[in-house]
């Protein structure tokens, strides 16, 4: 909405439920939307503009980059490297480096971190979080 702050999270929530019904086209301006979220990278993904990077956002961001075929556009070196300094010595990823782990900061920034840093790692689908083996197991 116009003067409402903008939020990668919610930007995720629109682009995944808009491409799960085959409507992305319904975006008004997509390649805005696109330069919107790539704006986001300084080094990780920043949730919202003037905040530092946080590593729930390497999903939250990017699968919303990957939905609207922004990939190429991302320096994933930077992404990769930001989220290996958020693992935690005892296991697990944290919000930022040096700070304690948790279950969700670890669940987005393993999948996040898929995106950027895929070997070994299973091609996820970015609009339901799950590893594409799964999404095909399901829809047989």
Known sequence: ?????SHGGHLYCC?????LM??????????????????RQSTGFQGRVNKIP????????GAAIEILGG????????????????QADIGGMSKWPNYR?????SALGIVGFSFYQPDG???MYPELLVPMDVLRSIRR
């Open 22 to 39: 085959h409507r992305l086209d319904a975006l008004p301006d997509r390649q805005r939307t696109l330069q919107w979220a790539l704006r």
């Open 15 to 19: 682009v995944a439920s808009l491409s």
């Open 101 to 105: 782990p948790d279950p969700l900061h």
């Open 71 to 86: 990939h190429d556009l991302v320096d994933a070196p930077a992404a990769a490297a930001f989220a290996l300094q958020c």
């Open 54 to 61: 946080d590593v729930c956002y390497m999903f939250w961001v």
């Open 1 to 5: 909405a116009p003067f409402q702050e």
């Open 121 to 123: 790692l299973p091609r």
